[in-house]
């Protein structure tokens, strides 16, 4: 199971960063939600994958899953989808404006 997250957060970041280095600004916004999917996703299995335990600490049950990277998760995939739509927003104004999508508002000379 820690090699299957594992990859899957490499596979993540590594399809975010290539991404990130495209001249356009569409994937640039693809690249930065996966991300912070791949950070969500670090953050969760940081807190130990406990199954069929409560968040909640229970005197007499012994076992229960931390709260903490829950909570940071939750927060953290709000933030994102907000991050997302203004990075969105500003992409489309961009493209609007300049004329190209381009992240430096030079286009390639094929328009």
């Given at each position: 199971?820690?090699?299957?997250?594992?990859?899957?957060?490499?596979?993540?970041?590594?399809?975010?960063?290539?991404?990130?280095?495209?001249?356009?600004?569409?994937?640039?916004?693809?690249?930065?939600?996966?991300?912070?999917?791949?950070?969500?996703?670090?953050?969760?299995?940081m807190?130990?994958?406990?199954?069929?335990?409560?968040?909640?600490?229970d005197?007499?049950?012994?076992?229960?899953?931390?709260?903490?990277p829950?909570?940071?998760?939750?927060?953290?995939?709000?933030?994102?989808?907000?991050?997302?739509?203004?990075v969105?927003?500003?992409?489309?104004?961009?493209?609007?404006?300049?004329?190209?999508?381009?992240?430096?508002?030079?286009?390639?000379?094929?328009?």
């Amino acid at each position: 199971m820690e090699l299957l997250l594992a990859s899957a957060i490499g596979i993540l970041v590594a399809g975010g960063v290539f991404l990130l280095l495209r001249a356009r600004t569409y994937p640039v916004v693809l690249g930065l939600t996966l991300l912070s999917y791949a950070v969500n996703l670090f953050i969760f299995v940081m807190g130990r994958l406990t199954p069929h335990a409560p968040p909640i600490i229970d005197a007499q049950s012994g076992v229960y899953a931390d709260p903490l990277p829950q909570a940071l998760v939750l927060t953290a995939i709000v933030i994102g989808f907000g991050m997302t739509a203004f990075v969105l927003a500003l992409a489309v104004r961009a493209r609007h404006e300049l004329g190209t999508d381009h992240v430096d508002g030079a286009g390639d000379g094929k328009e």
